[in-house]
């Protein structure tokens, strides 16, 4: 079978401001799971692309697919002030391809796998894979070739069935135990495009947690969690195959659990590596050992991961607040730089809540701090359910759109406020 493989994303942006444009290592990991002998394979990807209409409509009427899959990575930028829907590009995508082209349209990927049934219904693909979708493509390829056996019974699964959008239970799940094929890619733009060539390490459960306890992961919860051995044997290899320089090990709390990312320090630091990174780091679970080890590895910079609080509870957000600070004090110490984000407008928020903020961001030292107006909502979590009493939505399904919950004491004037607030902060990005 003949199968064209597109990445959407084009956005080329962290948090409005900082130059990043994310290899896809998700669709080179479709296409790592794919059988090359079996089936001809081509790859497109858009984030280079001048005209990316016009490349998409050359890839079809050369290649003449017979199933198409496409990365779908964002579903917004999150940014109240300059609002980037992510989804239409996709969109635009998907219906150029129908009017030159009867190939199955297979959508997947993180935005994807946040809301399946309402991204599969805008986006009008035929069929929907949530979830760590390598070997689950590959299934869905063979059958879909073959004719059987059906593979309506395929986890994750979204399609249409006499005129309903029925979405399968679970999720699909990948033991990841294929390389991502990166040859297809432009790695050479890649490794100058910010943040670091995507390097899988491990990922907690969630596409998102919805709470500050799921993001507590822990070591049953893990959605992939990789064998040092193998994670240092890649950077190898990229580094020996494309010249790669930075590494973004993508993990969302590295040092969870502590010893793994000590042994995972220490095998890069004797086997000589001798790699720039980056990565992101949980703001509680941390020591000054791990920090002198990152940093020793070859750690540049850490995202610190944002724990929504509860602005109503002033303890809580100081108890939080404080251990924050704790991680951001020994990256002070161990002299390794940090972002880190706050969010302005969350439900319970108080113009005192707001000011133990700004102040909590002016008594630590980031490379960069990111203040975000209000909270962008998505499904499944409690700032969802609060505006839907608010009545700010009537369904979570309209979460696919960018939608934005400010609390109603703070509504008036945090735009204004933040505005005055940062202009005196050179490294505090608003957005
Ligand atoms: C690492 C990371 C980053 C790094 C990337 C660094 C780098 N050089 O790669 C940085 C910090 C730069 C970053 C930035 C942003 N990120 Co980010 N990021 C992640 C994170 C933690 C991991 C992504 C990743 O690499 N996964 C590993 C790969 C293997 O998994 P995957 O991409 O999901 O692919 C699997 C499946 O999705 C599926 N799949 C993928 N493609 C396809 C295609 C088909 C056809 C099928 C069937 C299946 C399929 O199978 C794949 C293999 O298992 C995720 C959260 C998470 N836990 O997943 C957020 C996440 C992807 N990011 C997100 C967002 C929003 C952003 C930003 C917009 C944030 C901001 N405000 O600026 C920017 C956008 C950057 C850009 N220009 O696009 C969202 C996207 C969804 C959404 N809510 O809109 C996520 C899901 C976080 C979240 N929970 O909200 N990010």
């Given amino acids: 079978m003949r199968v064209l493989l597109i990445a959407t994303n084009r956005h080329n942006r962290y948090q409005s401001r900082l130059n990043a444009q994310p290899m896809p290592i998700g669709l080179a990991y479709i296409a790592g799971h794919l059988d090359h002998e079996r089936h001809e394979v081509k790859v497109l990807d858009l984030m280079f692309s001048d005209d990316y209409l016009a490349d998409v409509e050359a890839a079809v009427k050369e290649f003449n697919p017979q199933m198409i899959g496409m990365s779908v990575r964002n579903l917004s930028n999150h940014s109240y002030l300059n609002t980037v829907w992510a989804l239409p590009i996709s969109k635009e995508v998907i219906d150029k391809i129908r009017t030159l082209s009867d190939a199955v349209i297979v959508c997947g990927g993180p935005a994807f796998s946040i809301m399946p049934k309402e991204c599969f219904e805008y986006l009008r693909c035929d069929i929907g894979l949530a979830g760590d979708a390598g070997e689950t493509f590959a299934t869905l390829a063979e059958r879909l070739e073959i004719g059987e056996p059906s593979y309506f019974n395929l986890p994750g699964l979204v399609y249409t069935k006499g005129g309903q959008t029925v979405s399968n239970e679970g999720y699909c799940t990948s033991e990841f135990a294929k390389p991502p094929r990166l040859e297809d890619l432009d790695m050479d733009r890649y490794n100058k495009a910010g943040f670091g060539i995507g390097v899988?390490?491990?990922?907690?459960?969630?596409?998102y947690p919805t709470n500050a306890s799921q993001s507590q992961i822990n070591e049953s919860g893990w959605r992939v969690i990789r064998p040092i051995d193998e994670v240092v044997a890649e950077v190898k290899d990229l580094k020996r195959r494309f010249g790669m320089k930075k590494v973004f090990f993508v993990d969302n709390g590295f040092n969870l659990p502590l010893d793994h990312a000590k042994s995972l320090c220490n095998t890069i630091i004797e086997s000589d590596l001798n790699i720039r990174w980056n990565t992101c780091l949980a703001p509680f679970n941390c020591d000054?050992?791990?920090?002198?080890?990152?940093?020793?590895?070859?750690?540049?910079?850490?995202?610190?991961?944002?724990?929504?609080?509860?602005?109503?509870?002033?303890?809580?957000?100081?108890?939080e607040n404080d251990a924050l600070a704790e991680v951001c004090r020994m990256c002070d110490e161990g002299d390794?730089?940090?972002?880190?984000?706050?969010?302005?407008?969350?439900?319970?928020?108080?113009?005192?809540?707001?000011?133990?903020?700004?102040?909590?961001?002016?008594?630590?030292?980031?490379?960069?701090?990111?203040?975000?107006?209000?909270?962008?909502?998505?499904?499944?979590?409690?700032?969802?359910?609060?505006?839907?009493?608010?009545?700010?939505?009537?369904?979570?399904?309209?979460?696919?759109?960018?939608?934005?919950?400010?609390?109603?004491?703070?509504?008036?004037?945090?735009?204004?406020?933040?505005?005055?607030?940062?202009?005196?902060?050179?490294?505090?990005?608003?957005?």
């Fill in 200 to 207: 899988l390490t491990k990922l907690g459960g969630f596409y």
């Fill in 288 to 319: 000054t050992e791990l920090i002198g080890m990152m940093k020793e590895a070859g750690c540049g910079l850490v995202m610190m991961v944002n724990r929504s609080g509860n602005p109503g509870d002033m303890d809580s957000m100081v108890e």
């Fill in 336 to 431: 390794l730089h940090y972002n880190l984000g706050k969010q302005f407008g969350e439900p319970g928020e108080t113009r005192e809540s707001v000011d133990n903020k700004l102040d909590f961001l002016r008594s630590v030292n980031p490379a960069l701090a990111n203040l975000r107006v209000g909270v962008s909502i998505m499904p499944g979590t409690e700032v969802a359910a609060i505006a839907k009493q608010e009545g700010l939505i009537t369904d979570e399904s309209e979460l696919v759109k960018p939608t934005f919950y400010i609390a109603g004491e703070v509504k008036d004037w945090i735009v204004d406020y933040l505005k005055e607030q940062s202009a005196k902060e050179p490294r505090w990005n608003l957005s």
